[in-house]
């Protein structure tokens, strides 16, 4: 059985710090996830794309939202949200929440 208990849980996200710290979290998931290389690179790919857009000197939440919406169906497909459930799922609907309405197609993935 996976356990994990990552660093921010249900937390509002209101700014460019929050945001990393939650993608960090989603990070640390990603890595000790049973999952398959092939997953973990997409997944790691994903992730450092969302990440570098957050760092950006002008945020684009339109290209952050498609990195983790590419992220959260990659994580989908591979069924790691019934292995890690809420600590992948409260991490990413923060970052959606932050996003607006760029994030709304991750909230739908999200259920």
């Known amino acids: ?4 208990t990552g660093t921010s849980t249900a937390q509002v996200v209101s700014d460019t710090t929050d945001v990393q710290a939650q993608l960090r979290d989603v ?10 290389p092939q997953v973990k690179a997409a997944g790691r790919r994903d992730l450092e794309a ?11 939440r339109e290209q952050i939202a498609g990195a983790v919406h590419q992220l959260t169906e ?7 949200f019934l292995l890690a459930g809420r600590a992948l799922h409260e991490p990413l609907t923060a970052v959606a929440g932050w996003l607006g309405a760029p994030g709304d197609s991750i909230v739908r993935l999200l259920g």
């Open 1 to 4: 059985m996976f356990s994990f």
């Open 27 to 36: 990070g640390r998931v990603l890595a000790a996830l049973p999952l398959s």
């Open 50 to 60: 969302a990440q570098a857009a957050v760092t950006a000197p002008e945020p684009d």
């Open 74 to 80: 990659t994580l989908t497909r591979a069924g790691a």
